[in-house]
């Protein structure tokens, strides 16, 4: 796990602070999670994600690594300050607070639609899911979302990382890659999960696994991927 910082209390709202104040709000934190975990926080997460304009620069002089009140992107990207660089990661569109007088069940069924969409269309994404001890300790989320999580560990190319891990590896791609990095998104196949149908020994169609119940006809693109699809079977007489 990793251990980030939130703020001193969740009223303490950092557009109502003075420099000098958030200063030392964000100071005093890293040395009280220092003291418990043994080890300084390098994430940081504002009350209901409101930062201030010195927010990102203050983290930096710090030594953070990564800011995790942005809503302008849905992928990481490097934030430069007067003071350093921090990833910026992008925060949840929504968290399990949202239920407590809804249905949990919409948890769930948001996320998978969510996953099946990105996981279709715009590899390589990101999902932050966002859960509150208070709220989704409780056992009517708890149960959505290990149901959740056990939809989302059916998908070998997911990766479940925490936060510092997420910004330790944007920062290692930028470095191999060079500041400039873009990240692309494009059309994937899935050639560990696909179904190939020949008829009379000669392949007439490929389908990928998709989200396990729908997949994408690929024939065409398979047909260019020979020797390793073969485009015709020998016939045993």
Not at 138 to 155: C, D, N, Q, T, V
Not at 194 to 220: F, I, K, P
């Amino acid at each position: 796990h990793e251990i980030a910082a939130h703020s001193y209390t969740q009223d303490l709202i950092l557009p109502y602070l003075s420099p000098d104040q958030e200063k030392e709000t964000i100071q005093k934190c890293a040395r009280m999670i220092a003291a418990v975990a043994g080890t300084r926080p390098v994430g940081w997460f504002s009350p209901v994600a409101a930062p201030t304009s010195h927010t990102a620069q203050l983290l930096a002089a710090e030594g953070f690594l990564w800011h995790g009140d942005y809503n302008d992107t849905d992928l990481p990207y490097s934030l430069k300050t007067s003071e350093g660089t921090l990833v910026a990661i992008p925060h949840s569109d929504f968290t399990d607070n949202r239920l407590l007088r809804g249905k949990p069940r919409d948890f769930f069924d948001i996320y998978k639609n969510t996953f099946n969409f990105l996981y279709k269309h715009e590899a390589p994404s990101l999902i932050n899911l966002t859960v509150h001890a208070h709220f989704g300790g409780r056992p009517l989320m708890s149960a959505i979302i290990s149901e959740l999580l056990h939809y989302l560990k059916g998908f070998p190319e997911a990766w479940f990382a925490r936060h510092d891990e997420v910004a330790r590896w944007d920062e290692r791609m930028r470095k191999a890659l060079g500041a400039g990095l873009r990240y692309l998104l494009e059309p994937k196949l899935d050639g560990a999960s696909m179904e190939l149908v020949y008829e009379r020994g000669q392949l007439v169609r490929a389908v990928t696994r998709g989200n396990g119940t729908e997949g994408d006809a690929v024939t065409a693109n398979v047909r260019t991927i020979t020797p390793d699809r073969p485009l015709a079977l020998a016939l045993l007489r």
